[in-house]
């Protein structure tokens, strides 16, 4: 019974396998029948409204499971976006139940798809390919379609090893997602179903790449058209070629959280790390049926710069930066389908924090706006990382983001250092527009109590290539405190006085090839500055010496620069036009000053010159005299700061009246640094400058004197000295030639020689005073109060040199072939080697003096040899009354402060020798008589009277001591024999200008006459016992000038 029983169940099993093999045998026909396919790609087409070409073979699979399989499936691309399939499956296996299918009923199990090959399309008008099928018909998750009498159902689904490629043809951008992964668990109505997605990305023109997971569950309720996550976040970790050797990939690690009723999308907790960087934060998009609006919090954790410059860009000098310790970030941020925008921003750098706010509107042509607000800046921490020794280019500034940048904000900081300079309380503005950036800015400098300007940059570009241009203008006004601008307190060189500063730049549009160096925009940049100071002084410093002081009580800059071709990659060349003016209560009352010409700037080295600058002006200075206040200037300047030249051409001053010219050059890269020119002075009129300089009509022997002076020579300077060669000069035609060479500057030592043509000093000398009424009445000489001699000037000279007069006169005593040599040190003046021609006799001479603080001590010694007493006599006294050769020797010293002194305190001796001479004292004015009435032949006529006749002596000789002043003669003898023979004794002074002197005559056959002379030695009384016989004679001989030595005066 068991055994039949076993058998019947065997035989029913067999035959429901058979029907049922057969089933699946009459359904697999069916399904590879045309009628299927064609059925089957319809119902696609329907759904997804693109062609759908099914190349492969439709059929259903046993094993493992019972499956309906689809190969090589194509879906087509929407109209206007190429020919290619927009999607491509290897395989498409849908698991059926096998009992449904007799029911005309496709209930699929699972659906897996394998080889999924999707292209995303975005057009050139911002149009997707796929568009059109996610704005059609919306489709429920569990999707039943009825086609006829047969139905399909979907339960799960399951998609492995896909590849999706996004390409934009208008960014020109492409990026694919591979090894994309999805699979769900089983699914069931109400049930939480865990489900995973991974994929992998690629921006392959960026070399990026990131793995990305998204897992958690899923479930779907009944009645419900979208499916609920639940515990689902998104992991991403991101790597590729773009980032440095041995970086750890990126990591992004969020909670996803979607609310399909309000159509949100949150993402909780995340967390990101890259580079080092880690950040956190929250986003919520909000309702997405009304466009996008993402919102959330970002902070990025503290991070050291310093540490992620030296692992990632080892070359920068980060070593040398005094910052980069310490950054953070943290904003809260909200991205629309208008734009971004961050707000409550605090971004961190060390002790730097910049709060604000900051965002943008457009994604294709965005338009910023932005409020932020900063600590101070202290950019100079931070400029090693800039100094890389390498010239800045265009590239470097990426114009190309400034020409499209759009937008406006501000931008307030308590400080900004650049350079050691430190501006205060910056406010900038900033206004972009199509036409170009717009920037208004001010703040507050050391030294400044205002500093703003306005700036507008138009950046375009040009060529076939679109290469940028630039052009801009600015204007920056500045006003300093009452001390002045800092910026004019420098070592060598200082400015002060409150302060205004006005600058103007223009740069007309130039090309700035992206490797064009960036420093050759001053070829094309003008401009215009001025200066102006208030009361104040400026001081320059050179050497050690004391500064230069010059007060003003104001000053006036102008400066205007333009570009001058040729085009140089090494120099700035423009024409530089400046003017200067002083107004001042100092020594410079005035000055006006102007100067245009070529001016060059080296572009990479320090490095200026300038060549042919027209300079003029003027200045006027209480130094001058009132009547020729004004020096005028004019010529052509040069300097080269390579050769550190100065050239001076073409050089005119016009000079209390007298006009200098010349030409000079400096020369400072020599060994020795010089300077050396011509000067030349034509036309001017000493006696006119003296009057300007002291108000005061000059008075000499002879008006003509000092009329026409002219000189002209070649100088050469150094820290050494100075040299006057060549040097030719007039003096009231008298012809001067010398070379005078100083050595020291603050006291030199001269060594000189002259050589000079006649010359007549008693010409300049001043005449003796006119006697007052009451002294002619009185019958006085005038006397003149005491001189102080020049005792500091003759301390101060030092002096060594030569001079040479081929005539000198002096008190009417002409010497021919004058020369002698001088020197002179510490007070220590000689007159040396002195000779010449003395009315035809040998003059020798020297002198000696001693300057000290209060006295000048000379020692004179004066030796002539066959002088010709005759000829001096004519010119002392316009009468020979003496004549024969005669010998002189003199041998005197002095002391004294004043010209009296000298005279007082004289003492030695003087001897006068005459041989072979003559004299006459009388009828030199005898007038004419009428001829003897008795010679009638000679009647009605007149006869000129002979003079009488000179007597002759064979020898005269005067020997005198000097004392103090008074000369005392202890010989006095004339022979004349066998006529006369005449001796003398007494004495005389010429600082008091007294005499006493008896002389005996004693002649043959005749009584002996005494002739005594007394009183004033410039009018003495001539007491003759026979009367008055040789009165005349004796006034004549002994009459002198009043001062005898006031020309010693006048030499100083």
């Known amino acids: 019974m068991i055994k039949w029983v076993v058998r019947f169940l065997v035989e029913v099993l067999a035959v429901v396998v058979a029907l049922l093999a057969g089933g ?24 997804l409204n693109r062609d759908v070409t099914l190349k492969g073979d439709l059929d259903i699979d046993i094993w493992p499971r019972l499956a309906l399989v689809a190969e090589d499936l194509d879906i087509g691309e929407a109209p206007g976006f190429g020919d290619g399939p927009a999607a491509h499956f290897d395989d498409l296996s849908i698991s059926v139940r096998v009992i449904p299918l007799f029911s005309r009923h496709v209930e699929v199990d699972s659906l897996d798809l394998d080889g999924l090959d999707a292209v995303i399309v975005r057009n050139g008008e911002g149009l997707f390919n796929w568009q059109t099928l996610l704005q059609g018909e919306e489709k429920p998750g569990v999707d039943v379609s009825v086609t006829d009498d047969w139905t399909f159902s979907i339960a799960s689904v399951e998609i492995t090893g896909a590849e999706l490629l996004f390409r934009d043809e208008r960014d020109g951008d492409e990026y694919r997602l591979s090894g994309i992964d999805i699979r769900t668990g089983i699914i069931s109505l109400g049930d939480d179903v865990p489900f995973s997605a991974t994929s992998s990305f690629s921006w392959q023109d960026k070399g990026v790449k990131a793995d990305i997971e998204l897992k958690g569950m899923v479930r779907l309720d009944a009645g419900a058209s979208l499916p609920i996550l639940s515990n689902t976040s998104v992991q991403a970790h991101v790597y590729g070629d773009f980032l440095p050797d041995k ?71 980060v070593k040398d930066v005094d910052g980069l310790n310490s950054s953070a970030l943290a904003t809260f941020i909200r991205v629309t389908e208008e734009g971004v925008r961050f707000k409550d921003l605090v971004v961190t750098l060390d002790d730097i924090t910049v ?35 390498t010239p800045f280019i265009w590239d470097d500034y990426n ?93 060598t060189f ?53 500064p230069v002081v010059l007060p003003y009580a104001k000053a006036d800059v102008d400066l205007k620069f333009r570009p001058r071709g040729p ?25 006006n000053a102007t100067a245009e010409g070529p001016f060059t700037l080296g572009l990479d080295k320090a490095y200026a010159s300038g060549s042919d600058m027209a300079v003029s002006g003027y200045l006027t200075s209480p130094l001058l005299p009132k009547d020729a206040k004004r020096m005028t200037f004019a010529g052509k300047v040069g300097f080269d700061t390579d050769k550190t030249s100065v050239e001076l051409a073409d050089g005119t001053f016009q000079l209390l009246e007298t006009p200098v010219t010349g030409n000079a050059r400096y020369v400072g890269a020599a060994k020795v640094p010089y300077a050396e020119g011509d000067l030349a002075v034509a036309g001017a009129d000493p006696r006119r400058m003296i009057y300007l300089l002291t108000g005061k009509n000059l008075r000499t ?26 040097l030719k000069g007039d003096l009231d035609g008298t012809t001067i030639k010398a070379h005078v060479m100083g050595t020291g500057w603050a006291d030199p030592q001269l060594a000189f020689s002259l050589a000079a043509g006649s010359f007549n000093l008693d010409r300049y000398l001043s005449p003796a005073p006119a006697p007052s009424l009451s002294d002619v009445r009185a019958g006085k000489v005038p006397e003149a109060p005491p001189a102080d001699l020049p005792l500091e000037f003759l301390r101060a000279l030092r002096l060594n040199g030569k001079a040479f007069f081929s005539d000198f006169t002096l008190a009417k005593i002409r010497t021919e072939s004058l020369e002698g040599s001088i020197r002179a040190s510490e007070g220590v003046i000689q007159v ?93 004015d005898a007038p004419a008589k009428p001829v003897d009435e008795g010679r009638g032949a000679m009647i009605g006529k007149t006869q000129v009277a002979k003079p009488s006749p000179r007597t002759v002596f064979k020898t005269a000789n005067v020997e005198a001591d000097v004392d103090k002043g008074v000369f005392t003669l202890t010989t006095a003898q004339l022979d004349a024999p066998p006529v006369l023979k005449a001796q003398g004794h007494g004495s005389f002074s010429l600082g008091d200008d007294t005499i006493d002197i008896s002389i005996r005559n004693d002649f043959v056959a005749v009584p002996s006459v005494t002739l005594r002379l007394t009183g004033k030695l410039t009018d003495p009384k001539v007491d003759v016992p026979t009367g008055k016989i040789v009165n005349d004679t004796v006034f004549n001989i002994l009459s002198l000038p009043k001062k005898s030595f006031d020309f010693f005066r006048d030499l100083f």
């Open 494 to 546: 200082q400015a002060g006085g409150h302060g205004r500063l006005h600058l103007e730049l223009a740069l007309s549009k130039m090309a700035c090839p992206p490797e064009g160096r960036s420093i050759y925009i001053f070829k094309h940049l003008s401009g215009a500055a001025t200066l102006s100071l208030g009361e104040g002084k400026a001081s320059i410093k050179g050497g050690s010496g004391e």
């Open 567 to 591: 085009e140089s990659t090494e120099f700035w060349t423009s024409i530089l036009s400046a003017g200067v003016k002083l107004r001042g209560p100092g020594r410079l009352e005035t000055l």
């Open 399 to 491: 114009l190309e983001f400034f020409r499209a940048f759009r937008g406006s904000g501000t931008v307030r900081a308590d400080g900004f250092k650049v350079l050691d300079t430190l501006i205060s309380d910056i406010r900038l503005k900033v206004a972009a527009t199509d036409k170009g950036i717009d920037f208004d800015a001010g703040a507050i400098r050391e030294g400044m109590a205002s500093l703003g300007g306005r700036m507008s940059v138009a950046i375009g570009s040009a060529g076939a290539k679109g290469e940028p241009t630039l052009a801009l203008n600015a204007v920056i006004d500045a006003e300093s405190q009452r001390r002045g601008f800092e910026f004019l307190r420098q070592e």
């Open 24 to 47: 699946l045998f009459l359904a697999s026909y069916y399904i590879d029948t045309g009628e299927f396919r064609a059925r089957f790609v319809a119902e696609l087409e329907g759904v």
């Open 701 to 726: 022997n002879d008006p003509d004197a000092l009329r026409k002076a002219s000189v002209q020579t070649h100088f050469r300077a150094d820290k050494d000295g100075f040299t006057l060669s060549e």
């Open 355 to 389: 709060r604000g706010e900051l965002g943008f509107k457009g994604y294709e042509s965005p338009v910023f706006d932005f409020a932020l607000r900063g600590d101070t800046i202290d950019l100079d921490r931070y400029l090693p990382l800039f100094r890389t020794g």
């Open 832 to 924: 040396s080697k002195v000779t010449g021609l003395l009315y035809g006799g040998a003059l020798n001479a020297t002198w000696k003096g001693t300057a000290y603080v209060e006295r000048l001590d000379t020692h004179l010694f004066l030796d002539v040899d066959n002088m010709q007493a005759g000829p001096l006599m004519a010119d002392l006294a316009k009468r020979e009354y003496v004549r024969g050769e005669t010998d002189l020797r003199a041998d005197l010293t002095s002391t004294g402060g004043t010209d009296d002194e000298t005279l007082d305190s004289l003492s030695g001796k003087v001897t006068v020798r005459i041989n072979n001479g003559s004299f006459k004292f009388t009828g030199y």
């Open 247 to 317: 970086v750890e990939p990126g990591e992004f690690l969020a909670d996803l959280d979607v609310d399909w009723e309000n159509n949100r999308i949150s993402l909780e907790d995340v967390k990101a790390s890259f580079l080092g960087l880690l950040a956190e934060g929250d986003i919520d998009s909000g309702n997405l049926d009304e466009g996008l609006n993402l919102s959330g919090h970002v902070t990025v954790h503290p991070f050291a710069p310093r540490t992620l410059i030296a692992r990632y860009a080892p070359d920068m000098p």
